[in-house]
Structures are given as C-alpha cells and as structure tokens.
T-cell receptor, first 110, second 114 residues
Framework: RKEVEQDPGPFNVPEGATVAFNCTYS??????FFWYRQDCRKEPKLLMS???SGNEDGRFTAQLNRASQYISLLIRDSKLSDSATYLC???????????FGAGTRLFVKA | EAQVTQNPRYLITVTGKKLTVTCSQN?????MSWYRQDPGLGLRQIYY???????DKGDVPEGYKVSRKEKRNFPLILESPSPNQTSLYFC?????????????FGDGTRLSIL
C-alpha cells in the first residue's frame, strides 16, 4: 500500500462545478499536510497548507481528518484555469521526509 | 526575487558519464530536497538536507549522492548514470517542516541517459 494515495482521475467537470478530491495517508506520525498544483511538466506550486481546523482560501477549502487519516480539497465554481494535477503532500515529524501522492488530474471544460 | 535555481534545465548524456545538477536558493532556507518525477509514480524524494553538512536518504537514494557544504547550495551528483535515472528532477527548499513552511521548487531538470 502506498503511504499517500490519491484517486488519479481524471476528473472532467464543466465550468462552475464543485469538485472534491480526497487523499489518504498511512503513517500516523505525519505532521504537515499540503495541497500543491502542478501544470503539465512544470514545477509544483503550493495551493494551500492544510490545518486540523480546516482552512479556506477563496474558492478552495481544505480539510484534515487525523482520526481517519485523510485530507480533502474542495474547489467551488471551477474555472478553466483550475485544470491541472493536484498533489497531496505529507511531511513527517522530526525530519524532512516528504511523501507526495501521485496526483489527481482535473480538466475543467467550457 | 526569491527563487530556487537549478542547472542545467535539460541534459542528454550517456551511461557512466558522471554528472552534477546544481541547485541554489536565495531565501536562507534550512531545508533542501531533491525529487524525481516519473509518469504514474509522482514525485519521489531522493535525498534531503536539514542544514549544512546534515543530509539523509529519501525513498529512492540509490545511484545518487548529495552534499550540503553551504546553506544555499545542494547539488545532486550521479557518479555513474544509468538509463533508469532518466527522469524529471526537482530541487526544493523551505524554511522548516511545519504546515506554514511549504517547499519552494525549482523549474526542474530533464535528464536523459542513453
């Protein structure tokens, strides 16, 4: 079993739709959680950090459930420019070991 | 401008010819890391460094070496490259490991080993 698992998709949604991604992690020592976005073959860029209390940034909402060991990302009112691969990222306590999920591809269509 | 700079951006070389990919950051970050990205596998951590002269293996360190002699630089060395090291490589840095300290990535280096 992979340490960080994501549904690879692709998710094909129309503009304006709401879409949700989930990510599960297996190591309970996980400390920090992030969502990054990656455009085709470019460098990953931070979308948002994920906090235990949940956090929102405009159209994006991230949630963390430590008991069930998953994090989620909700995108509301999807835009064409949201088309990308979304990467779930987990870092571990006491070091800098970082595990990326394989990513979920999103296509937003007009 | 705050950035992570990798060189070269592209390299085609042959099996066994030693190569070094440089990485430099100008943000005074403590933590630096190297990843490789392959189709269907996502990014996998090769090595990371928590400070000068402190490095540790990630998930796929075989065939790679790193050094951290200065805070700003973290070169990736392939002593004897092989075709299975053909990949897209990213260097990243961060101030720390907390949720408020995300990693910043370089533009990537595309390596082809023939």
């Amino acid at each position: 079993r992979k340490e960080v698992e994501q549904d690879p998709g692709p998710f094909n949604v129309p503009e304006g739709a709401t879409v949700a991604f989930n990510c599960t992690y297996s190591n309970s020592a996980s400390q920090s959680f992030f969502w990054y976005r990656q455009d085709c073959r470019k460098e990953p860029k931070l979308l948002m950090s994920v906090y235990s209390s949940g956090n929102e940034d405009g159209r994006f909402t991230a949630q963390l459930n430590r008991a069930s060991q998953y994090i989620s990302l909700l995108i509301r009112d999807s835009k064409l420019s949201d088309s990308a691969t979304y990467l779930c990222v987990v870092s571990y306590t006491g070091g800098f070991k970082t595990i990326f999920g394989a990513g979920t591809r999103l296509f937003v269509k007009a | 401008e705050a950035q992570v700079t990798q060189n070269p951006r592209y390299l085609i070389t042959v099996t066994g010819k030693k190569l070094t990919v440089t990485c430099s950051q100008n943000m005074n970050h403590e933590y630096m890391s190297w990843y490789r990205q392959d189709p269907g596998l996502g990014l996998r951590q090769i090595y990371y460094s928590m400070n000068v002269e402190v490095t540790d293996k990630g998930d796929v360190p075989e065939g790679y070496k790193v050094s951290r002699k200065e805070k700003r630089n973290f070169p990736l060395i392939l002593e004897s490259p092989s075709p299975n090291q053909t990949s897209l490589y990213f260097c990243a840095s961060s101030l720390g490991t907390g949720s408020d300290q995300p990693q910043h990535f370089g533009d990537g280096t595309r390596l082809s080993i023939l």
